[in-house]
């Protein structure tokens, strides 16, 4: 009886492990589907208006023309509503899971949808290629924050504090930023510290992310409606840190072009 019972205990450790895994495979595969349509509205808009406003490389020495009044009207108002539209999907998502009584699948495609439309700038004005490259370090960063969250154990929470400590003192000094170029202060440097504090601070609020839809996976309380919040918390952590590192890249392939 006792080999019976303790057959029956690893089964059932077996198929918690299971039914754990399943669900975090289905969170990654909602936010890459995200991350798709994100890609696509951002190439297709930014491929449109690069044709209408003849633009090439994005280095390139030839100015953009922005005699089509029409095309450029039609970008302002692709700004404006996919700005204010990602503003208010942002306190539907979160609205609708909580009620609880509709699927947050839509809402959520919707978001994908705009942040496709506000990003289609920088595929306008920023080489495919780099753009590539950009997805391609972003994919391996997050794969390493996601595989030190697996490794970890605990609910870190120490992490997560001092991730919104550094974010927080970034931003305060952000403000006295401000004031020092008023003045015309040469705060290169200090910028450049700012940022990297806010970047390193969202990769441990990333961490601290993962790690903590791991353990709700793992407490089996992961439902189809969860798994697309846990998606929507996700994505939106891996479009921080791609527009971060683009930030960098661009500057640095800017100046090479010099």
């Given at each position: ?92 998502v979160p609205m609708v899971l909580h009620r609880g009584v509709h ?75 401000w004031i020092l170029m008023l003045f015309k202060v040469d705060v ?71």
């Amino acid at each position: 009886m006792s080999e019976y019972r303790n057959w029956s205990n690893d089964v059932n450790v077996s198929d918690q492990q299971e039914e754990a895994t399943f669900s975090l495979v289905k969170v990654f595969g909602y936010m890459f589907a995200g991350l798709l349509i994100t890609t696509i509205v951002m190439l297709g808009l930014g491929g449109l208006f690069r044709h209408l406003f003849g633009i090439g490389d994005a280095f390139a020495e030839q100015a953009p023309d922005f005699s089509n009044n029409n095309a450029l009207m039609a970008l302002l108002i692709v700004m404006i509503v996919s700005f204010v539209g990602l503003i208010i999907m942002s306190f539907v998502v979160p609205m609708v899971l909580h009620r609880g009584v509709h699927s947050i699948l839509v809402p959520s495609i919707i978001y994908s949808v705009l942040m496709g439309a506000s990003l289609s700038t920088l595929a306008i004005f920023i080489p495919w290629y780099l753009l590539g490259v950009t997805f391609g370090i972003t994919s391996v960063i997050f794969g390493l924050l996601s595989l030190i969250a697996f490794l970890s154990k605990g609910r870190l929470n120490g992490l997560a504090i001092v991730a919104i400590g550094l974010v927080s003192g970034a931003m305060l000094i952000s403000l006295f930023l401000w004031i020092l170029m008023l003045f015309k202060v040469d705060v290169t440097w200090l910028f450049w510290v700012v940022s990297l504090a806010v970047f390193a601070g969202m990769m441990l609020i990333t961490i601290w992310d993962v790690a903590r839809i791991k353990r709700i996976a793992e407490e089996g309380a992961m439902s189809n409606n969860l798994s697309l919040y846990c998606a929507y918390i996700l994505y939106n952590d891996f479009i921080y840190i791609f527009l971060r590192v683009l930030r960098l890249l661009f500057v640095v392939f800017a100046r090479t072009k010099r």
